[in-house]
């Protein structure tokens, strides 16, 4: 039988990547990674050893390690994730932490495009004074979202539909979203993690503007007066996007960049009506 300290870097070497061997072997064997400075001359049984090389091929084949082990930690919270939902990514907190700014106390938030309930459950989680609303257009998505919610103990309302169709007379302090915004043409669409994806969160049209044009024009009749409306886009979208808002209708449009210095997420006021 092959000590832990050979096997993982074995599967380090063939991954190319230690952090993604270590948290394939933890979810392989139940364990944290913590856990191999204590046991890297254990030697493991060959029908767990095999089970773990399974999970080094799929990830090899290009699968991402969150769906493998079927968990992504955002905002320090562990969410399931499935192929149905997006996988949340670290520059998405940067959303996160622009809506708490924004929402009053005791306001009301909705979350469009909620996939795995990521925004959502982090804003829940930071303000429980909130009411915090989520839609997502997948099913899927959805039951996954209820499940994390459920398994964190957090209170959000979610919805099935299409973007703001199923809180139809309803108004928010904030709304949020990372919506799809990659060009249907992008050719990273077919590289990476993003193969997996569900596509439908990724992709929007020509110019990847689609829903974001779809979100900023209907969310006047969501939002209260002096009521925010934040989400998220590619690097490279930042002046477009605020090209977007209408001066008679937004205020302070704005975008924020994220820790490599990258346009993340444009934000505007609804003006008072």
């Not at 074995?10 to 991954?15: E, F, K, M, P």
């Not at 968990?71 to 969410?79: A, C, E, G, K, Q």
């Not at 990514?89 to 996939?115: H, I, K, S, Y």
Request: aromatic residues 6%; proline residues 5%.
């Amino acid at each position: 039988m092959t000590d832990i300290r050979t096997i993982l870097r074995s599967a380090s070497h063939a991954l190319g990547d230690r952090l993604e061997a270590e948290a394939l072997l933890a979810h392989a064997l139940g364990v944290n990674r913590a856990w191999f400075f204590a046991h890297a001359d254990d030697a493991l049984d060959p029908a767990r050893e095999a089970g773990f090389q399974a999970l080094v091929a799929r990830r090899a084949a290009g699968e991402p390690v969150a769906y493998i082990t079927g968990r992504r930690d955002f905002w320090s919270l562990p969410l399931e994730v499935t192929p149905a939902t997006l996988i949340p990514r670290p520059e998405t907190e940067l959303l996160v932490e622009l809506v708490l700014a924004r929402l009053p106390a005791g306001g009301r938030v909705l979350d469009l495009g909620t996939g795995s309930g990521a925004i959502a459950l982090a804003i829940a989680k930071e303000r429980p004074d909130a009411t915090v609303h989520a839609v997502d257009a997948s099913e899927a998505a959805l039951e996954v979202a209820t499940r994390n919610a459920r398994t964190l103990g957090l209170r959000v309302a979610f919805h099935h539909g299409d973007w703001f169709a199923p809180v139809s007379g309803e108004r928010y302090d904030v709304i949020a979203s990372n919506p799809p915004y990659i060009e249907d043409t992008d050719e990273h669409l077919t590289q990476g993690d993003l193969r997996f994806e569900p596509r439908s969160a990724l992709a929007s049209g020509a110019d990847g503007f689609d829903d974001i044009r779809r979100i900023i024009g209907s969310a006047p009749a969501h939002l209260v007066d002096n009521g925010w409306l934040l989400f998220e886009h590619g690097y490279n979208q930042g002046a477009v996007a605020r090209a977007l808002f209408d001066a008679s209708h937004w205020i302070d449009v704005a975008t924020t960049r994220d820790l490599e210095d990258r346009d993340r997420v444009t934000s505007a006021g609804l003006s008072p009506r």
